[in-house]
């Protein structure tokens, strides 16, 4: 009898340290346990050679909403070879999750291959920059609009050190950008600093840090994003309207047309949110800005009605789609964190 105590005693102490075993496996993964191969490549590896998308989010959120898991699978749907690399504040620089955190948008993303998550630390990453002077005096509570001027700073930032393609979290893509160095138009004669691309160490950014810094204003809106861009091209070039729906180049670099990303103007936005009897092409775009800071409205992707912007999601984040439009979410809100315009 005391033989079989013992042995039933050992087989719960067994069981008991491989449930600890487990949960200690769980509570140390990174988001949702990423596999060896992936958790083991180093940031500078993976920036390296100037291939990256890269992504921000500057506040301390930590759980993506279904536009910006939208925006990020759509972009490593469209670059399967390419990484896609995904900053968040509110990361620690042990890149582990909070262990309060039940996002779903975390387990989608880390389960796509070419997709990174990292620790933003504007502080190192403006290091060596023009913006490091500025970044170590200012006072950041008392900046108006500080979590998008510090997206604005940081997107600089990093596509100077390692050139690539930055894209805003409301941005869908839909195919390949074919330019390696582009500033998108918003309008004729009018830069976005929502999407665009350059190789490393291009003189257009180092100037553009300079003149954030010069001309730095956190009560403009745009001061240092689009104004910023625009003021630049200007500086860089004569600026002309286009021509049908031809791009502009000058020397190295091309002013891409607005129907690239902004088929639908900002004053047009709500046109995703509408039912159209037979949706856009959309032919001449690369990606799509949603417009997501004019929708002050918290206008929503809802499961059930056939939208532009659900039929976007569906085709082109069908993960996203599935598991937090179809599943337990339920919709898809406007609400991009407020590091991104």
Known sequence: MLKELQLFLLAVLLLSCGFLYQLALKSSCLFSCLPPNKSQQGLGALLGKGRSIVFLETSERMEPPPLVSCAVESAAKVYPEQPVVFFMKGLSHSMQMP????????????????????????????????????????????????????????????????????????????????????LAAQASQYASNGVFAFLPHHTFLWECMENFVEHYNSHIWGNQGPNLMTRMLRLWCKLEDFQGLSDLRYSNSYFLHPQRFYPFSYPEWRHYYEVWDTDPSFNDSYALHLWNYMNQEGRDVVRGINMLAKNLCHMHCPRTYRDLVQGPVGLVTGQVGPGNK
């Open 99 to 182: 262990p309060d955190s039940t996002s779903p948008a975390f387990s989608l993303l880390s389960a796509i291959d070419n997709v990174f998550l990292f620790p933003l630390d504007m502080k190192r990453l403006f290091e060596d920059t023009p913006l490091f002077s500025w970044y170590a005096q200012v006072n950041t509570s008392a900046q108006r609009n500080w979590l998008h001027v510090s997206s604005d700073g940081s997107r600089l930032a990093i596509i100077w050190k390692h050139g690539g393609l930055y894209v805003d979290t409301d941005v869908t893509s839909i195919r390949p950008i074919p330019e390696e160095n582009f």
